[in-house]
């Protein structure tokens, strides 16, 4: 059995391990967007497929049985081009969606459907941690506020004329966070409900702090397209269609 994972996320890089050590053929493909990713048990394929057509064709060459869209819960694109590209070869395809952030109590969150309606949520806010990735700070260009902006690699131009750049990766740490916030007095969180745990701490720390989190939503799986929640789960399909 071959399964094409559309990886990049911790979840996928779990899965091809899964995968791989029981004897299952996988390939990764990861869009390129990351200099220098970490790569998944099996085999690796680094670019994109050239839409939905490019990818349903890759995958009847490459003789794929299952697709498995494990990309970032905003790479709307990529699981649009997937549900086309799997009902075009007639192949089945899964999501595996880590669970969303669910706020509790003391948390200080407003809700927006875009990085457009989160840059216009500002209004009346100093000093803002972005945490949305490099791409995208577009939307947040003509802003007066100054930003300290995270991401794994340099950030897309255009972006706030005030900006900080922080280059890292997570996971990170509770502790790491609250000293984060407080040495650069940001009195505003932006993030995207990617959900999991390794970035999950900024939201502890900001709860902490009294800071208000502006959270983009997620966009949905496309209609009809069956999800896991993990890595496992998403194995057990993989097994029950094998």
Do not use: Q, Y
């Amino acid at each position: 059995m071959h399964v094409l994972i559309l990886g990049g996320t911790t979840e996928a890089r779990v899965l091809a391990g899964l995968l791989d050590g029981r004897g299952t053929r996988v390939t990764s493909s990861l869009a390129g967007r990351v200099a220098a990713p970490r790569l998944p048990a099996g085999e690796v394929r680094i670019g994109g497929f050239g839409g939905a057509e490019g990818l349903a064709e890759w995958v009847r060459e490459h003789a794929v049985d299952a697709v498995i869209d494990a990309t970032h819960p905003f790479a709307e694109r990529i699981s649009f081009n997937a549900a086309r590209a799997a009902a075009t070869a007639h192949v089945p395809l899964l999501a595996l969606r880590r669970p969303g952030w669910v706020p509790g109590d003391g948390d200080d969150w407003r809700d927006v459907a875009s990085l457009e309606e989160a840059a216009r949520a500002l209004d009346g806010f100093r000093r803002v941690f972005l945490t949305t990735g490099r791409m995208g700070l577009a939307a947040f260009a003509d802003r007066p506020e100054w930003f300290l902006v995270r991401s794994v690699d340099t950030p897309d131009a255009p972006m706030p004329a005030r900006t900080e750049v922080l280059l890292d990766r997570g996971p990170f740490t509770l502790d790491g966070e609250r000293e984060l916030m407080a040495r650069h007095r940001i009195d505003v969180l932006v993030t995207k409900d990617s959900g999991g745990a390794a970035t999950a701490p900024k939201l502890t720390a900001a709860r902490e702090a009294g800071v208000p989190v502006v959270v983009v939503r997620r966009p949905p799986v496309p209609e009809g397209v069956p999800t896991a929640a993990d890595p496992e789960r998403a194995a057990e399909w993989v097994r029950g269609p094998g």
